[in-house]
């Protein structure tokens, strides 16, 4: 009988990505994929995943690992809408914070390998870039408190309860199988969706804000060293590419490649002014190699997302909070009919 692997989020980006990695290198584990389809896609899984429909939350997390009994488990799942959770307040902490505790307990109550959780550059919040591992975390969202919280539940459970984990921090991964139909979240994901719907490209302030973009197959082979590595069990490693771009410089990069695109300048966010890494340890100890600049991975991810069906686009009907929501979010008023 074959070992298994579970994956949450697997009908996500990273989730859908890790599984076919898997699949294609290490044919003798069962991946088990989970996800409750809020954000990602069926037809993202492939056929030879043992895929559930389910929420990571609920209590019946414990049948699956009981009938499955996972060797590692990757915790992918999550509602990754940064800028978008000071107004969903408590669905990010459910969604995020909750879920991630009933995964925790399930992995210690059936006595996993090890627990791969992805957590976020959020943590860090604004800090002192590039940011290092051994930055002390101090986020300035909701999410990234959610992610960070997350994190040391993670390694209370491994001095207490003797659970083995790795922690990584990967930052903004593209590529294939991404969810472009997202309104609050995936930049480049957005822009493919904008001009592919005859929209202007969006940037909140002036574009100014760095981030380094990191492309989801350079990820895969690292990530799977995050939970078979000696050298990574219970290690914080950011994951990803450590060149920066101005939100501007990768706006101007994606119009080259799509051969088209006008920008709109929207009003600035509260978010971190710049977000990008070291990669050192991912390097020693995940043998990470960032092969694909930011134009080759954009070109892959352009020809796939051309080939998309036409779906419509997610937007929230009603926000927890909507006092301080900016206007590029704001609902547009009912008409009044004529009495």
Request: glycine share 8%; with cysteine; hydrophobic share 40%.
């Given at each position: 009988?074959?070992?298994?692997?579970?994956?949450?989020?697997?009908?996500?980006?990273?989730?859908?990505?890790?599984?076919?990695?898997?699949?294609?290198?290490?044919?003798?584990?069962?991946?088990?994929?989970?996800?409750?389809?809020?954000?990602?896609?069926?037809?993202?899984?492939?056929?030879?995943?043992?895929?559930?429909?389910?929420?990571?939350?609920s209590e019946k997390m414990r049948e699956v690992f009981t009938e499955f009994q996972p060797t590692y488990v990757y915790h992918f799942a999550a509602y990754a809408a940064e800028g978008?959770?000071?107004?969903?307040?408590?669905?990010?902490?459910?969604?995020?914070?909750?879920?991630?505790?009933?995964?925790i307990n399930e992995c210690i109550r059936h006595s996993v390998d090890r627990l791969v959780f992805t957590s976020s550059m959020a943590v860090y919040g604004t800090g002192n870039p590039?940011?290092?591992?051994?930055?002390?975390?101090?986020?300035?969202?909701?999410?990234?408190?959610?992610?960070?919280?997350?994190?040391l539940d993670i390694q209370v459970a491994g001095e207490q309860h003797g659970l083995d984990w790795c922690i990584i921090r990967p930052h903004n991964v593209y590529g294939i199988k991404?969810?472009?139909?997202?309104?609050?979240?995936?930049?480049?994901?957005?822009?493919?969706?904008?001009?592919?719907?005859?929209?202007?490209?969006?940037?909140?302030?002036?574009?100014?804000?760095?981030?380094?973009?990191?492309?989801?197959?350079?990820?895969?082979?690292?990530?799977?060293?995050?939970?078979?590595?000696?050298?990574?069990?219970?290690?914080?490693?950011?994951?990803?590419?450590?060149?920066?771009?101005?939100?501007?410089?990768?706006?101007?990069?994606?119009?080259?490649?799509?051969?088209?695109?006008?920008?709109?300048?929207?009003?600035?966010?509260?978010?971190?002014?710049?977000?990008?890494?070291?990669?050192?340890?991912?390097?020693?100890?995940?043998?990470?190699?960032?092969?694909?600049?930011?134009?080759?991975?954009?070109?892959?991810?352009?020809?796939?997302?051309?080939?998309?069906?036409?779906?419509?686009?997610?937007?929230?009907?009603?926000?927890?909070?909507?006092?301080?929501?900016?206007?590029?979010?704001?609902?547009?008023?009912?008409?009044?009919?004529?009495?």
């Amino acid at each position: 009988m074959k070992k298994s692997i579970v994956i949450t989020g697997v009908a996500g980006l990273i989730g859908s990505r890790m599984a076919d990695w898997i699949l294609e290198n290490q044919p003798e584990y069962q991946v088990v994929g989970i996800d409750n389809l809020s954000g990602g896609f069926r037809e993202n899984v492939d056929e030879r995943v043992h895929f559930i429909e389910l929420d990571c939350a609920s209590e019946k997390m414990r049948e699956v690992f009981t009938e499955f009994q996972p060797t590692y488990v990757y915790h992918f799942a999550a509602y990754a809408a940064e800028g978008l959770s000071p107004f969903i307040r408590k669905y990010n902490y459910q969604n995020n914070l909750i879920a991630t505790a009933n995964i925790i307990n399930e992995c210690i109550r059936h006595s996993v390998d090890r627990l791969v959780f992805t957590s976020s550059m959020a943590v860090y919040g604004t800090g002192n870039p590039p940011f290092d591992e051994s930055d002390q975390p101090a986020p300035i969202d909701p999410y990234g408190i959610a992610k960070y919280a997350c994190e040391l539940d993670i390694q209370v459970a491994g001095e207490q309860h003797g659970l083995d984990w790795c922690i990584i921090r990967p930052h903004n991964v593209y590529g294939i199988k991404q969810n472009i139909w997202d309104t609050y979240r995936n930049v480049l994901g957005i822009w493919m969706y904008q001009y592919l719907n005859d929209q202007p490209l969006t940037i909140f302030g002036d574009g100014s804000q760095k981030r380094a973009f990191s492309f989801i197959d350079d990820c895969l082979s690292p990530l799977w060293e995050a939970a078979v590595g000696e050298t990574s069990n219970r290690q914080i490693i950011n994951l990803g590419s450590a060149i920066e771009y101005s939100i501007l410089e990768a706006s101007e990069i994606l119009t080259e490649v799509m051969g088209g695109g006008d920008v709109l300048f929207q009003e600035q966010r509260h978010e971190v002014k710049n977000a990008h890494p070291t990669w050192t340890k991912s390097v020693r100890l995940l043998g990470f190699n960032d092969r694909t600049d930011l134009r080759k991975g954009l070109i892959s991810m352009w020809a796939w997302a051309q080939k998309q069906p036409s779906r419509e686009r997610f937007m929230w009907s009603e926000y927890e909070l909507d006092k301080g929501i900016y206007d590029f979010w704001k609902k547009p008023a009912m008409p009044i009919e004529d009495q």
